[in-house]
């Protein structure tokens, strides 16, 4: 079965810094990857998916993720952070699989500072 | 599009009551999937449904049902609700097949006392 681990609980940035969430998972063949953002009180909202070829992907609001199969690592970036960013992030991982079920990690609460 | 509905928001019950949370999307999305998020768990998955009258178990079904009688209608039953049932519960909708994400709805919390 797979899984995925997200190392970080909270992380604290400063306006305007980058960013860097980490996300491991556990899967014997290749894995379909998302990173969902959930603003509070809210449902989730997916930035971005990756599934095959290039192994950085772009996402919405400025995100990207690039896919390392050697670290099994899917880590999220954002070059310079936005106050608007603070939220909780989840990293999920799909498998070939009938009902396309995806296994979600523990989530990254992020805070960002004026 | 309103995208996925879910009701009530909130909502409060007794040990050993019963409720039925409610989930419909207007997206025409055969796949349906109801998660509840604890916190610094993540989202688990409860039941999912990959069509109408088709459901099957997730990683954690015990104490909950669940119906699947049209493509828009998703709804999670709790029968005797219990201290550990509460949680926010989570129904999303996906178009299926491997790699397509999810739609979420915005949640229902529910605190059982």
């Known amino acids: 079965a797979q899984s995925v681990t997200q190392p970080d609980i909270h992380i604290t940035v400063s306006e305007g810094a980058s960013l860097e969430l980490r996300c491991n998972y556990s899967y014997g063949a290749t894995p379909y990857l998302f990173w969902y953002v959930q603003s509070p009180g809210q449902g989730l909202q997916l930035l971005l998916k990756?599934?095959?070829?290039?192994?950085l992907v772009q996402g919405i609001k400025g995100f990207e993720a690039e896919f390392k199969r050697s670290q099994s690592s899917f880590n999220l970036r954002k070059p310079s952070v936005h106050w608007s960013d603070a939220a909780e992030y989840f990293c999920?991982?799909?498998?070939?699989?009938?009902?396309?079920?995806?296994?979600f990690g523990g989530g990254t609460r992020l805070m960002v500072k004026p | 599009n309103a995208g996925v509905t879910q009701t009530p928001k909130f909502r409060i019950l007794k040990i050993g009551q019963s409720m039925t949370l409610q989930c419909t999307q207007d997206m025409n999305h055969n796949y349906m999937y109801w998660y509840r998020q604890d916190p610094g768990m993540g989202l688990k998955l409860i039941y999912y449904?990959?069509?109408?009258?088709?459901?099957d178990k997730g990683e954690v079904p015990n104490g909950y049902n669940v119906s699947r009688s049209t493509t828009e209608d998703f709804p999670l039953r709790l029968e005797l609700a219990a201290p550990s049932q509460t949680s926010v519960y989570f129904c999303?909708?996906?178009?299926?097949?491997?790699?397509?994400?999810?739609?979420f709805g915005s949640g229902t919390r529910l605190t059982v006392v």
């Open positions: 999920a991982v799909g498998a070939l699989n009938a009902g396309n079920m995806l296994t």
């Open positions: 449904s990959v069509g109408a009258g088709i459901t």
């Open positions: 990756y599934f095959s070829g290039d192994t």
């Open positions: 999303a909708s996906s178009y299926g097949g491997q790699g397509y994400g999810y739609t």
